[in-house]
């Protein structure tokens, strides 16, 4: 076989050592043999990531030569490139060139691959790491099955801007929930440990800060206080590093004026330096090139320098390292050891996946098959689609609607949708029929019993204003016991380039709901989006609100869990929800200000506006359940720590209801006095339990210093002598237990 050959060349240059003994030496010995072998073509080859044929994010080049290229050993990685066939073939190229260097096959598998899961916001709402760590390994063992050995996710930035259309791609807005979520997403995807044959390789993007893009509106700017960024945004990075993340995207943004491409701080100094990460960055499509519009570089030569100084090892799509690196060597401007370095760092993954002994291991039409078809995995899906779906609100007790009801009016324009529960960044897996997906209407009829009538109207579309179905919808609404509203967002409506300035429910949506409002029946209204909207009156008017998100394959199974209580939804928003644009950005971890904001009218008193609330519609951690829960004997071990001690916190929850359920439990701190004044609540801790009816269990938290550092003046993570306020809550604004303590010196 052709990749035999390429290790022949290694062995004759590790002295006739036999293939075995080569596969024994430590991977970094066998990096440096095949490094020894290359040529600086072939190296600056290994750093070039082209895109094969699939939808693009960005401008596409298109290269009549792209085959050529890579039997040439000019081309190190192809992302947009599926399936085990097509990733064979290309392979096969790779096969042909001097090296026999694999190629990595990279590609967005943002929330699953065949089987589609909930967007990654919906799922941080789960708040549960085992779910979403086995919705990782699900969408690694299909890809990986399918060709791919990596995948440009988790998404960890941080995100307190609903505007911004990739709020979708997160886990919301706190640092602590979204570094915990980085670690479960990284360990899914590469399952523990590269090689294994279900593992791909995870990428932490967009590193760093673009999620704080100015105004929401994608690839803006950024302009951040160092302080900020080390407490908020970085957080999540730096989890992933920990958890062994393989690589790292870099992104669009400039960062208080340097683009994050060409960034030296946060690359070489934060991410390569100080967290001593040894895997590889690769640009985010075309942002090598694209240093040249934010006005940083002045051609594509420099562009290159500027990237490969900063740390970016790879460059997607803009060739500027392709065409400009040879020159930059020579022209003595960027030495060989700093593309070394960079070509290092990829062959060692390379040979991490196990390539280097099987070019082909992960392109196996068999397995593909076997993986695709495996039964488990739409069970799975559905499971975590349920934890994902947030009460916000139920009156009287509407939800679970009896599977025994007369006559449902199911209504909207996502009722019988298919695609639509997708959301962004869904991924059309060849052969397989992209409508693979359970309508929610198909998931209430499989609920309901064979007596109730359910009843169908579409009403209007997502967008537009044609209201020519409201009256067949009003009809069919005075005809049902209940009806069920199903409104929201298209599956395009949030993503890459999807930012919005309203954020509204689109359309003519809310006037169906205002006319069915009308007839008097009770009103359950399901909203899918992909990001936070604002719908304040059908906040204020409707029954029952599911915030179902966008769900994936399972999505109608999953509503109907819901719906009709096989699953008591036990999600909590990972995100406040805005009552107005103008409210944004809001988050719950704000400071509390010189004039603290009580919500009265005083306005010289407290920082609020003259026209709006200062109060969001649903707070970070909100989300009801069919049950009630009740908090009670609050326990700390002392009054008093020491700085090397742990304070030990104990909580009893009762589920006072009638329906067995679970409950997220909120540990909230607050610094009262801090040489960096300090939030007036952070998330620190949280507990996510299961209780029967009528069960109570005492649950126990450990507050050690870790927990009560911060970066300081100097930028140092210390942990300040003082008293802290401790909450206990089923929300940041549903704090239900309180109590103080003091660090000592
Ligand atoms: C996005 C990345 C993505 C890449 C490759 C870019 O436009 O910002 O998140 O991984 O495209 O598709």
Redesign the pocket.
């Known amino acids: 076989m052709n990749f035999k050959l390429s290790l022949s060349l290694i062995i004759l240059c590790a002295n006739m050592a036999s293939f075995a003994q080569i596969q024994q030496k430590p991977i970094s010995q066998r990096v440096d043999s095949v490094l020894l072998l290359m040529t600086l073509e072939e190296k600056i080859g290994q750093l070039n990531q082209y895109n094969d044929d699939w939808t693009a ?2 401008p596409v080049t298109v290269d009549s030569d792209k085959a050529k290229q890579i039997s040439n050993g000019q081309v190190g990685s192809l ?2 490139c599926l399936g085990a066939e097509r990733t064979r073939s290309w392979q096969e190229k790779a096969m042909q060139s001097r090296m026999k260097i694999p190629l990595l096959f990279g590609q ?1 598998v943002i929330h699953g691959y065949k089987t589609t899961f909930p967007i990654p916001l919906a799922e941080a709402c789960s708040w549960d790491m085992d779910a979403i760590k086995l919705s990782a390994q699900v969408a690694a063992n299909e890809a990986s099955a399918g060709g791919i050995h990596w995948t ?1 996710a988790p ?1 960890v930035d941080i995100a307190r801007d609903p505007r911004w259309g990739r709020v979708m791609e997160g886990a919301g807005e706190d640092p602590y929930l979204g570094s915990l979520i980085a670690k479960a997403r990284v360990q899914g995807f590469q399952d523990e440990k590269l090689g294994g044959i279900n593992s791909v390789m995870a990428c932490a ?2 590193f760093a800060a673009y999620g704080a893009a100015i105004g929401g509106r994608d690839y803006n700017s950024v302009d951040m206080s160092d302080r900020l960024l080390w407490e908020t945004y970085l957080p999540p990075f730096k989890a992933a590093v920990d958890a062994g993340v393989a690589t790292f ?1 870099n992104s ?1 943004n400039d960062i208080n004026g340097v683009p994050a491409t060409g960034n030296t701080y946060l690359q070489r100094d934060i991410l390569k330096g100080k967290w001593g990460f040894t895997g590889f960055v690769v640009s ?2 075309g942002s090598v090139g694209e240093m040249i519009n934010h006005g940083n570089v002045k051609n594509r030569y420099e562009a290159a320098l500027c990237a490969i100084t900063a740390g970016c090892d790879m460059d ?1 799509e803009s060739r500027c390292y392709k065409n400009n690196l040879t020159q930059l060597v020579n022209d003595n401007k960027v030495p060989l050891a700093l593309i070394d370095d960079a070509v290092r760092r990829i062959l060692q993954k390379k040979f991490e996946l196990g390539l280097f002994d099987d070019p082909y291991r992960f392109c196996n039409a068999e397995r593909e098959q076997e993986a695709l078809n495996n039964p488990e995995h739409a069970k799975i899906a559905r499971k975590v689609a349920a934890k994902s779906i947030v009460l916000l609100k139920n009156e009287n007790q509407l939800l679970p609607v009896s599977k025994n009801t007369k006559t449902i009016a199911f209504i909207g324009p996502l009722v019988k949708a298919l695609k639509q529960n997708k959301g962004f960044w869904d991924i059309e897996v060849p052969g397989v029929d992209s409508n693979f997906i359970v309508s929610q209407w198909e998931g209430v009829q499989n609920c309901v019993s064979a007596a109730t009538k359910l009843l169908y109207a579409k009403g209007c579309d997502i967008e537009g204003d044609n209201k020519d179905g409201f009256a067949e919808a009003v009809s069919v609404a005075k005809q049902a016991d209940v009806i069920i509203l199903s409104i929201g967002e298209k599956r395009d409506m949030s993503g ?1 380039a999807r930012s919005r300035s309203k954020i509204g429910i689109p359309g003519v949506q809310e006037d169906l709901f205002k006319e069915l409002l009308a007839t008097g029946k009770p009103i359950v209204v399901l909203i899918n989006a992909g990001r936070p909207l604002v719908f304040n009156f059908i906040a204020g008017h409707a029954n029952a609100i599911l915030y179902t998100w966008w769900l994936g394959s399972e999505a109608g199974n999953a509503i109907a869990d819901v719906l009709f209580g096989d699953y008591n939804p036990s999600a909590k928003l990972a995100i406040t929800f805005p009552r107005s644009v103008g409210q944004i950005p809001i988050y719950y971890s704000h400071f509390n200000t010189g004039r603290p904001a009580t919500g009265d009218a005083n306005h010289h008193q407290n920082s609020s506006y003259l026209d709006e609330s200062i109060f969001p519609e649903y707070a970070f951690g909100y989300g009801l359940s069919y049950t009630s829960f009740v908090y009670s004997d609050l326990k700390l071990s002392s009054a008093k720590i020491k700085s090397n001690e742990t304070l030990e916190v104990s909580v009893t929850i009762k589920n006072t209801g009638k329906y067995d359920g679970e409950e997220i439990v909120q540990l909230y701190l607050r610094d009262k006095v801090g040489s960096i004044a300090r939030p007036t609540k952070e998330l620190k801790d949280f507990s996510k339990i299961a209780l029967k009816a009528g069960e109570s269990k005492t649950i126990k938290f450990a507050i050690d210093k870790e927990k009560l550092s911060f970066y300081n003046q100097k930028l140092e993570w210390a942990a300040e002598p003082g008293d802290f306020d401790l909450m206990i809550g089923a929300s940041s604004d549903d704090i239900r237990l309180k109590d103080t303590f003091e660090l000592l010196n």
């Open positions: 994010t960005g992302l947009n967005d440009f998404m993007k967009h995207m669009f985010d499509w997607m890459e």
